[in-house]
């Protein structure tokens, strides 16, 4: 039997922020995910947390700047519709370290698409608390 749970989304960004409020910084999803999952582990032991996910969670919080880190210029191709039900998709973006917005991936706001570029191209994330 398979008992991991997956932690709530909103517990997962409240121990992103509280990790970057301590941080300023923090250099890699993987480095985030497993600073967040430490925190989350003091409430239940059996909670999993993948890098990918954290990630998305990072950018839906506007505290937080994602930037990413590309060896190549980034091109995707563009798709205006969701290719699974055809309902309005929304673009996952995040700055390079030149500040300028790249998108990263495609999320459908209906149903549970979700493409990320990871899987054309290996991509460093960098994870700044903004100031404000
Ligand atoms: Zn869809």
Known sequence: MNDRKIPPEDKVKEAILQVLKSRLKVESQEELASL???LLKKEE???TLSP???KRIALL???IEV???TKKTIKMQKIDKCPICESEIEELKAKNLL???IVIGYRCKKCAYQSDL???MPMK???LLRNV
Do not use: C, G, M, Q
């Open 52 to 54: 990918t996910r954290v």
């Open 67 to 69: 930037k990413a880190k």
């Open 61 to 63: 919080i506007p505290e």
């Open 118 to 120: 990871e899987a054309f």
């Open 99 to 101: 500040n300028k917005e």
């Open 125 to 127: 994330y960098i994870f």
């Open 45 to 47: 032991k059996s909670y």
């Open 36 to 38: 967040v999952l430490r």
